[in-house]
């Protein structure tokens, strides 16, 4: 099945354009924000990508991010914006560049989280200079916590002369959750921020979708009724359904459409819907293991959590082993997840 031209966002892609417009002619030094979400399916990387496309003036620089299909680690997004890019002329320390760069020569030791923050978001100003570009958050709700944090300081930061385009999942379907509520919540209070919600296709929409796959005919009112209750209206489920039946009349479709599909919901942490994992819902942690899993969270190396904590790094990597253990995490990363999702009150260590 050939690509459809996007349907139903016409409205949306204008107010992007018109918020590119003043950063490309206002040349405001903080960030213009525009915010887009809704659930899984309905459109959003399309309508950023679509609007990126047709920015004019042509951006002086695009800095684009999605997060990983399974896995997230630390600045996910910043090392996807710094793959295959010289970094050498920045001049910030190359050992905290190959730390947010995720490269395999990164040393072991590394900077305290809230440096290496700052220094993320100074790598960020540094690449977009005098602009004006837009750098664009895909998947914000799939992304680690500390990028999640970097974009809520990007959208306030000075001396960034861009348009900050975040497209998003509603937060309970995050990776972490309150954490993803509190960076929409920024993001989205920026003065003069956009906020767009995409909903699913009405079915005006869909019957214009089906007549550009049906190149020469109009479709009848009930196989778009009938694609539209199958579907919910959500462009994603309606382009598979398309493309499962490609080189098939209309009709023949209509003969061979499921049931309706129920409408999308947020889905819920920790459902009944999710992998079953032999690991106890409270597992019980120590205070020392609290304390361990709080320097974690903040992206602490086995050997900074040993200083800030009093103990030798031996005895660290004990901890972080019950830890994996106790939570049923196979990494750091996944471990410190693990903490967010479950909303722990673990203590957050300073620099």
Not at 241 to 260: C, I, K, M, T, V
Request: some cysteine; charged content about 20%; aromatic content about 2%.
């Amino acid at each position: 099945m050939m690509p459809v031209s996007m349907v139903g966002r016409a409205g949306e892609l204008a107010e992007l354009d018109r918020a590119w417009s003043a950063v490309a002619t206002v040349r405001r030094p903080a960030p213009a924000v525009a915010v887009v979400t809704g659930a899984a399916g309905v459109g959003k990387s399309l309508l950023v990508a679509a609007a990126v496309d047709a920015l004019a003036p042509r951006p002086a620089l695009v800095l684009s991010g999605a997060a990983r299909v399974h896995g997230p680690a630390p600045y996910d997004w910043l090392a996807a914006v710094l793959t295959g890019r010289d970094t050498s002329r920045l001049g910030l320390p190359s050992d905290a560049l190959a730390w947010l760069a995720q490269q395999p020569t990164a040393p072991r030791e590394r900077y305290a989280p809230g440096t290496l923050l700052r220094l993320a978001v100074r790598t960020v100003q540094l690449l977009v200079g005098a602009g004006p570009a837009v750098l664009v958050v895909d998947d914000l709700h799939a992304l680690d916590p500390a990028s999640v944090n970097l974009v809520g300081e990007l959208a306030t930061v000075a001396d960034l002369p861009a348009l900050l385009v975040v497209a998003s999942r509603p937060p309970a379907d995050a990776v972490a959750p309150d954490l993803t509520r509190r960076a929409l919540a920024r993001l989205s209070g920026v003065r003069g921020a956009v906020r767009q919600h995409l909903g699913p296709l009405r079915p005006a929409e869909v019957a214009e979708v089906l007549t550009q796959v049906y190149e020469g005919s109009s479709p009848s009112d009930r196989l778009v009724t009938s694609l539209w209750r199958c579907t919910g209206g959500n462009p994603y489920a309606l382009t598979e359904l398309l493309a499962a039946h490609a080189g098939e009349g209309p009709e023949a479709l209509l003969r061979r459409l499921p049931g309706p599909r129920q409408p999308t919901a947020p889905r819920a942490p920790a459902s009944a819907a999710d992998p079953v994992v032999d690991v106890p819902l409270d597992p019980e942690l120590t205070a020392r293991e609290v304390e361990v899993l709080g320097c974690l969270v903040a992206g602490m190396s086995n050997k900074q959590v040993a200083k800030a904590l009093g103990i030798s790094v031996r005895t660290v990597t004990v901890h972080v082993s019950n830890l994996l253990r106790k939570t049923g995490s196979v990494s750091r990363t996944e471990v410190a997840l693990w903490a967010v999702r479950h909303r722990l009150p673990v203590p957050a260590p300073v620099d």
